[in-house]
């Protein structure tokens, strides 16, 4: 890092915004990777010790494998200028062109990690049964071409979604219901977790083991969706401080909502469904947080969190979604693609738009719907019949740390005053238990 | 008066609890211990080096019971716990000299 | 997130400094957004498991109701062009007019990042024994009230304080010692937590459940203040460099001086007080990051982090702040306000700036400290009076999170081998309790 | 933080450019300041929860120190211009010169997070054994004098190591393979931890103590990257995009290839190995991020990723190093420099670049080992001559948190019922073990 | 020799060990257990959803006491943990056929 | 038949666990407990303020065993884990009346 920049030339103000441009998609790149840690945490926290490391590794494996397959064929899919309406093709493959510039870099970091969002969100749902190498194969399908398609439907600039119309700013739709949806059939086809539902078929709760990781990670989330709806500007502009402002404020009454809703209902303020609400909230507003703003973006938040609440009680009836993802991800990111044409500025039903853009939104969203209900219930159905979706009964119970990974995600054999188990005169350690 | 203690799979706990209380067995104390016998432990790895664990969780359960109930308590666990696999678990039976029941200073079968 | 700005018209230089600023801002912001997880893991870290749920979610709470009321009422008290010098009124009601540009928006966002921040210190004061309700109407005041009427007397351009003289540049006394006096007056109306002190009136050590979380916050809070101090010049100058390397080094000196003198006091090298030593030094150079430099931001870190100490440990014998916020935002904030007058260049006492600026100082210390005093003093009167302010003693023992929230904040059951019981025949989970 | 720049006078393009390298360095010095608690988070993790309060102390310290004594010492020897190619000398003593524009501000904070990193790495190798004076002494001559006279062989623009046509970037030599080697140093002169072997002379698994701790900071330490290598250009050039575009696509092919490796040696996905897996691709970019690219990056991510893996398993069988910090920041450290002269663009072996480039980085790799391993040999040599390299058995038995910090880092008493036993008629409390 | 078992509320303790050390009984040895019993556990909420907490902690204590202390210590121990509310516990005592302190090999009363 | 009960040493399990399979003793199961006695806790000091951890962690082992192995089990317990330091804990023996084996309804000597 030896400093010999020497700009003689004289810079224009068009090289310099330039570089600002790639120095602010850079930067909300990389909050929007700081998400995946965010999701690890929500979703490790919200079930059981067992399972965390288990947890942990399908988002490592999320990045991991999203950004390496969206680098080899997901960019082209998405964006790739050989293909038509339907999906791209030809130019981008094995990162071929689009990194030739800083800005081509920089989008396509940003890009991938959008990508590796889709695919975490789908982990949640299937949190603590699935086989891990079957989940791999859905990650690698979710970055690699679920996702890219939508992708090029919507942002790729000669896409049929944003022909018709469909506006989704950073991807309620796009990303968050892409996620929700695959995980929705995922949860479906896979079944419940062994005893999450009684005899009399009444859902049971099955409480998260660490509230505390599952509210950091929400923050983390909180944060991480400064670059994803900001960056979604693409450039440095002026109106990323509006896009954060109404993020902010949908987060907020999101967060505020949910707890008023589940307190009614329960009678306690619950803490994992406020964290939701707050996601539901930042869901709900991604779609257009450039014209959803001031009161309207707080009421967008409050629905948003009243939603969620109203559907992980509904839907925790019949499928089990152990950490919520797909009331938050997919119910509130169809409702935030709606309140584009309810509440959007100058589109928006109640804002004078006429019913045009509810029309074309609602077309998106049941096209996505479709779509992504079709290919991903087809794969998860292949990973069935191959038997690679589900543990076995024994290995659910023993946890999927042991029976997966090797060993538990927490040791605490030396906690309790048992360390020199390790020194005996055995050839091996004998440590106890968990 | 005895107390019946027992060594069960954790799994087999709630069922336990439900069986116990319709045969009028009102309480009990359990503690999570870790069992070593002929169910063997399993191996676990870490970063790639493997290492023994050699102790299986167990619910250890202790049921003071007077004479006429003794054998019921008996009866249910043995019935209600067994998977017929190996590593159920043992009961044992020991004399008890005296009870009291802390709250009210209740004696012997009155005390539970 | 399509990309279709085409940008014919050249931007002038000003222009595009004015898109750096709102760049720059919103990043600041975002830093200090990230400062509300960072609270939250010094709080749970230092308190028992018990209540761990109660404090994420009062955390959670201070952000989500920070921002909402502060874009309600908050902001046009602070900065409100129809008020005057004691308060600010009218324009801004509901985000008016504050929310039109970029700049507006960005700025908005900044401060209400600082009122989740002050509202946030006051609940690390009352941990672990008041009620959920009562905080709620607390945090509302603090993000609502409190904090925007001094910030008005500071920041917004025709305050009394900042005409007075009084100079203030991110906050020691704004912000943290705001929160801090609303803290200790909770901490002594509310009472210790029980147990707290022995019957021959010795306080007694009640340990965190888990110095990993409160280092992990401190460190978290370090990073954020960088977007606290830098940030608080409001626009991309080169000054923001040296602020935050000022920052830096009075943090780095506030741990180490506070390591020291821990050590020396107790014969051990205690971890909880060391990172309290690092807050300290944060806080302590938080008034003027842009005048006091180099080797005196050390000098104001190591005696922060020595006067943090000594605080903790003589507060600690008659009220009960478990994180030892009080002293840390308190005293440290007055401290640091302090130094800007003896160590600040040119108008410190030590460097030639005469007696002026320490008097200012001086006055705004106190006036504010008045103000806060009677205010949060009254209002928790008031909350106690309508018996909205303590648990009762069964709750405390249970725990808040039990008692308040439903449930415990970890749930182990599943990690001592009893996943089973929850797939029992009767119709609802045993889960084997905490 | 009263807004009242007013710029009158008009801004040059240099004079904006300036000021955006400056933000722009800043905020990659705040990234790399987030990898400390990324750092101490893996540590944590992968050691036991006895000893969890005092890796995170050791943390703090190697940022708190690190700061003040580079700011002291370091500074001026790294890049004082008094000095010679060996060293520098003079000018920064105790940050003279350094702090006068906020270019130099920036440029010193940015190097002392550096600084903070290169001592953290050794806190890794010596884990759960040493004492902790000794441990500050080390983390002082780390971060004031080794890493320093390196860094001036390279980066000050006229040391001799740079000067011969050495190659590195971000410092997977100047940095990680500086930490590395003194750790190796330290393990090796410490001696394992009780228990590692057994009596047939084999390692043990010490299993860490959270799983989730450990990928958490790894996460943390991969979004800290973003500002070690980025922020390496040191100016705000749209090389940045590619910079961070090829630290992912190495870190990505690092996680899976060590992933596949652990896989197939031992069975299963380990997660621990895959995380270092993850940190030895970030480690291996970190030389050449801006002349190896695409599927070049991708590559040398795969092999640092199996190459971490085999030694680990490798080393483990001499020296005890509980993190893996010694093949992860060493042998991948000494990977990623070579890998410059075999993948790098024009200068690689591979890429048409002759065999010079390879040559200067073989020097330059044994050089900074020998350097290094003579220097921290020495420490560590005279640190145990001076008995304050080891606690005593008992000490480690019972864990360093409670032997060398007072007590426990995790309190868990009242979560186990017990919260009146602090409520007792006795003068002190009576905590409940652990 | 005897072995005097009780089951207590936690809270109580810390008084207990010292009414304990008071009345001349320097061990004990205890465990963390959880009860069932009149005392009813609660319902928790998660989520919204209800599930039962059907088990309450309490603490286990062991003491070995030869014949004379054997009632002093029974005594102490329903003295200072009565807090008449419902849970209190049990007191329970059963036959100690031999006892040996490891560190010396004593036996019996000397070994206690 | 008896109950082997041993206070030990959390350090000394692993070797037990060995020495006793080698005995011929196949069953045991252990608990973690607190143990108070001549072994005194120790102080530690939290953010300055000082307090008392009375409570030293041990290691609880029950043993089932047919009058023939009782004094073998015993034996190898006690020179397993003696230190000869303060704290190495007790060994004591109950009556029991009845054994069964869960899985097979095996009773007594059969059961263990
Ligand atoms: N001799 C013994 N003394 C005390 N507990 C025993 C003994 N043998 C077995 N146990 C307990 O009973 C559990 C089950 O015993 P095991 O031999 O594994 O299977 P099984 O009950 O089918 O014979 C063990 O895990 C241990 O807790
Ligand atoms: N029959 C029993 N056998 C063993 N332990 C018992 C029995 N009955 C109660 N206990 C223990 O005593 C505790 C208190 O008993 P409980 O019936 O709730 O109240 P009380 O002691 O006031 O009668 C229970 O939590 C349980 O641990
Ligand atoms: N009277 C007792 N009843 C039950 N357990 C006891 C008794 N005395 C001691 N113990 C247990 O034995 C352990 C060791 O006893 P201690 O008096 O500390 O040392 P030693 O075994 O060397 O005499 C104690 O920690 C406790 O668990």
């Known amino acids: 890092m030896v400093s010999d ?52 590794m399908k988002n490592i494996m999320d990045f991991c494998i999203g950004s390496t397959v969206f680098f080899i064929i997901g960019y082209s ?33 940003f890009q991938a990690a959008f990508a590796g969002t889709a695919a975490t969100i789908v982990s949640g749902c ?33 896409g049929w979604l944003s022909d018709l ?121 991604t779609a257009g947080p450039d014209i959803i703003s001031g009161t309207w973006a707080l009421l967008t938040g409050g629905i948003a969190g009243i939603l969620v609440v109203a559907s992980v009680l509904f839907l925790d009836k019949y499928v089990d979604d152990p950490v919520g993802a797909i009331s938050v991800h997919g119910v509130c990111g169809v409702f935030g693609t709606l309140a584009v044409g309810i509440f959007g500025e100058e589109v928006g039903l109640l804002r004078g738009g006429g019913t045009d853009q509810i029309s074309y939104q609602i077309i998106g969203v049941v096209a996505v719907f479709a779509f992504v209900i079709l290919v991903a219930g087809s794969l998860f159905g292949i990973l069935k019949a191959a038997n690679l979706l589900r543990v076995s009964r024994e290995e659910e119970l023993a946890g999927l740390d042991v029976a997966e990974h090797g060993g538990p995600g927490y ?19 004998s440590h106890i238990g968990m | 008066m005895h107390l019946i203690t027992a060594i069960i799979k954790p799994h087999r706990l709630a069922d336990l609890k439900n069986a116990l209380q319709k045969a009028g067995i ?21 970063r790639g080096t493997e290492y023994e664990v050699s102790f299986v969780p167990k619910i250890r359960i202790e049921i003071l019971a007077s004479a006429e109930l003794k054998d019921t308590a008996i009866t249910t666990i043995s019935q209600t716990t067994k998977t017929g696999t190996i590593g159920d678990g043992k009961i044992w039976v020991t004399p008890v000299e005296q009870v009291i029941r802390i709250r009210t200073g209740e004696m012997d079968s009155d005390a539970i």
Chains 1, 3, 4 share one sequence.
């Not at chain 1, 970055?143 to 919507?154: L, M, R």
């Not at chain 1, 989704?168 to 929700?180: E, K, L, N, P, R």
């Open chain 1, 5 to 56: 920049t020497q700009e003689v030339v004289r810079l224009s103000t068009e090289e310099l915004k330039s570089i600002l441009d790639v120095v602010f998609l850079l930067l909300a790149a990389v909050l929007v990777i700081l998400m995946q840690p965010g999701f690890a945490l929500v979703e490790a926290g919200l079930t059981r010790g067992k399972n965390v490391s288990n947890i942990m």
């Open chain 1, 77 to 109: 899919l998405a964006y790739g200028a050989d293909g038509n309406s339907i999906t791209g093709w030809g130019t981008y493959f094995f990162g071929g062109n689009a990194t030739d510039s800083g800005t081509e870099a920089v989008n396509f970091l």
């Open chain 1, 126 to 158: 299937i949190a603590e049964r699935m086989k891990f190498p079957g989940y791999l194969i859905v990650s690698t399908l979710m970055a690699g071409i679920i996702y890219p398609i939508v992708v090029h439907w919507q942002w790729s600039g000669n």
């Open chain 1, 165 to 285: 119309g469909f506006y989704d700013f950073a991807g309620s739709t796009v990303v968050h219901s892409v996620g929700a949806w695959a995980g929705l059939m995922g949860a479906i086809i896979i079944g419940p977790r062994l005893g999450k539902y009684g005899p009399d078929g009444k859902p049971r709760a099955i409480p998260g083991h660490s509230i505390p990781f599952a509210v950091l990670g929400m923050f983390i989330l909180w944060v991480g969706w400064y670059g994803f709806n900001p960056g979604s500007v693409l450039a440095a502009e002026e109106s990323i401080a509006l896009v954060a402002l109404n993020t902010t404020l949908s987060a907020a009454a999101g967060g505020l909502f949910a707890m008023g809703a589940i307190w009614v209902y329960s009678g306690k303020p619950d803490v994992a469904m406020t964290a939701n609400g707050v996601l539901a909230g930042l869901v709900g507003i």
């Open chain 1, 411 to 429: 040791s605490t054999s030396d906690m309790m005053g048992l360390s020199e188990t390790t020194l005996t005169g055995s050839g091996h350690t």
């Open chain 2, 26 to 46: 009102n309480g009990m104390t359990i503690t999570e211990v870790k069992g070593f016998g002929r169910q063997k432990g399993h191996t676990e790895t870490y």
